[in-house]
Structures are given as structure tokens and as C-alpha cells.
């Protein structure tokens, strides 16, 4: 179920595409271009990593890339800031646990 706001004067993406891609191996549809951590929450996913000393859920928080809240693993890659990433066609998004491992692509 998508929980996107279609009216809305900054959250509106009227001429974007659906795009597909999977989250954690599940399979979603999201807006071509909008950020990814909008395409997740969407989707009904609020959290996209876990802290290192805890394992404390983390969600969005700034929403303007300045915190490490958001970081999810991106086709690979580690510490993508989800908020300012914009989704594409095909991106395998996980929820990233701790720090991510250095040199992982």
C-alpha cells in the first residue's frame, strides 16, 4: 500500500515514473527521482538502519543529508544517505546494521 501524498507543494512528483525496486529483498514501487528515504516511508518502512553500539532502530531525522540517521546500503555501497539519494529503476536498498564494511561494491 502507498502511502504517498499526491497533492501536496513540495512532496508532489506529478510527471515521475514508478520505478521498482526491493528493499531488503522485498520487492517495491517508488517515484523515478524522489528520494529514497521518501520511497520507503511510502511503502510503509520507517526503519533503514540499526546504530553500531546498540543496535538502536534509526529512521529519518534531518532529511537534509547533515546526520548519519538514514543510512542505508545501496546496490553494495554503505552509508548512502537516503534522504538526498534519489531512487532509480533496479536500486537494491538494505537496511544498513552498524557502520556498513569499508570497500564493499
Known amino acids: 500500500m502507498c502511502r504517498h501524498i499526491e497533492a501536496h507543494p513540495i512532496v508532489a512528483y506529478p510527471d515521475r515514473p514508478p520505478v521498482a525496486f526491493t528493499f ?57 544517505r537516503a534522504c538526498v539519494t534519489p531512487l532509480e529503476e533496479g536500486m537494491a536498498i538494505e537496511t544498513q546494521k552498524g557502520l556498513g564494511k569499508v570497500g564493499v561494491l
Not at 524522489?34 to 553500539?53: C, E, M
Not at 546498540?54 to 546500503?73: A, K, W, Y
Open 24 to 80: 531488503d529483498g522485498r520487492p517495491l514501487t517508488g517515484l523515478a527521482g524522489q528520494p529514497i528515504a521518501a520511497a520507503l516511508l511510502d511503502n510503509g518502512i520507517s526503519v533503514f538502519r540499526h546504530t553500531p553500539k546498540n543496535g538502536q532502530p534509526r529512521s529519518l531525522f534531518c532529511g537534509i543529508g547533515q546526520c548519519s540517521d538514514c543510512m542505508v546500503i545501496v546496490d553494495g555501497r554503505p552509508n548512502v
